[in-house]
């Protein structure tokens, strides 16, 4: 059964600080790995990566995909209050041409 | 304006009931897509439609019933509601079926059901 796993479950930090979270997954054939930002209501897209080692950037937040060892990081610096927010990953599955999502991270940021 | 609109966004209602879940979007996408998220947060796809037909069908009791009247439209028909039905369920829309259209995909703001 194809799975994804995150870590933490729970993050709490303060603001400035800067932050790591995991996901690895386990699927039949893998196609990209997607990140998603869900404050109260709709997850939003954050960044897809497909090929390793490749580093995608937005402001502060970054992420990285190691297609070898089959685990994605996304980095958060300088944390702010408006960074609160459960992070989801997701693996795209391709065949079955659907997303399998991680639990999620909450990540709370205290002033 | 809202890209993917869904209603009610709050549902409170007794076991055994017959509900419905309307999801609308307005980005002109030929793919829409119902996902269930439970307690513990984990999102699942339940339904997949591409221009009205059913692609996707996860392993989902058949108290649910999708409906999509036309591809602006896919509305969710849960019969004989049960107290595991509670979740947050989130409708999503993107332009294309397949590969690119997963990668892409918009979410609405979900509705909370809760049976008590």
């Known amino acids: 059964e194809d799975k994804v796993v995150q870590s933490p479950l729970s993050l709490v930090v303060h603001e400035g600080d800067t932050v790591t979270l995991n996901c690895s997954y386990e699927v039949t054939n893998f196609r990209s790995l997607l990140w998603y930002k869900q404050e109260k209501k709709a997850p939003t897209f954050l960044f897809m990566l497909t090929s390793s080692g490749i580093e995608k950037k937005s402001g502060r937040l970054s992420s990285i995909l190691d297609k070898k060892e089959l685990f994605s990081i996304l980095n958060i610096t300088a944390t702010q209050t408006g960074d609160s927010a459960i992070y989801l990953c997701a693996v795209l599955i391709q065949g079955a041409q659907k997303l399998v999502f991680g639990q999620g991270t909450r990540l709370t940021i205290n002033p | 304006d809202t890209a993917v609109s869904q209603t009610p966004k709050y549902l409170v209602t007794q076991m055994g009931n017959d509900k419905s879940i309307k999801c609308e979007q307005n980005l002109g996408h030929d793919t829409m897509y119902w996902y269930k998220q439970d307690s513990k947060k984990f999102l699942k796809i339940m339904f997949s439609?591409?221009?009205?037909?059913?692609?996707i069908n996860e392993t989902v009791p058949n108290r649910f019933s999708p409906k999509s009247p036309d591809k602006a439209h896919l509305n969710l028909h849960i019969n004989s509601l049960e107290l595991g039905d509670s979740a947050v369920y989130f409708c999503a829309s993107s332009q294309e079926w397949g590969l690119a259209g997963a990668e892409t995909q918009y979410f609405g703001p979900g509705t909370r059901l809760l049976v008590l």
């Open positions: 439609y591409n221009n009205k037909e059913l692609i």
